[in-house]
Nanobody, 128 residues
Framework: QLHLVESGGGLVQAGGSLTLSCSAS????????VAWFRQAPGKEREGLSC??????????KYADSVKGRFIISRDNGRRTVSLQMHRLQPEDTAVYYC???????????????????WGQGTQVTVSS
């Protein structure tokens, strides 16, 4: 398992933007598929986006709820995966988690059960 650390959460007004980062200390992170999830109070954890180790593994995956607003990217030199979030709305308020799996992203979707390494989460609050 990897030790993942999220950063970048905070308070933002509706319509604003925020960028989250997920980093790991092990270089093997660069060979993992990495995803972002979120969990709002009283709701199930939702898979948002996934990026594979290489573009040759296929394009990035996005949930319909964030497609066109969120952008996932990775910098293997810094062992970091980022999630740019734009046009944020109050319903985006949640704890955001990054997760990793030692396999490319699944074509079937972004599911919690497919990921074995998790970060501690970072709070994102969008005010109206």
């Amino acid at each position: 398992q990897l030790h993942l650390v999220e950063s970048g959460g905070g308070l933002v007004q509706a319509g604003g933007s925020l960028t989250l980062s997920c980093s790991a200390s092990k270089e093997t992170f660069n060979y993992y598929g990495v995803a972002w999830f979120r969990q709002a109070p009283g709701k199930e954890r939702e898979g948002l986006s996934c990026i594979s180790p290489s573009s040759s593994n296929g394009p990035e995956k996005y949930a319909d709820s964030v497609k066109g607003r969120f952008i996932i990217s990775r910098d293997n030199g810094r062992r970091t995966v980022s999630l740019q979030m734009h046009r944020l709305q109050p319903e985006d308020t949640a704890v955001y988690y990054c997760a990793a799996r030692d396999w490319p992203c699944s074509e079937a979707g972004v599911y919690e059960r497919d990921f074995g390494s998790w970060g501690q989460g970072t709070q994102v609050t969008v005010s109206s």
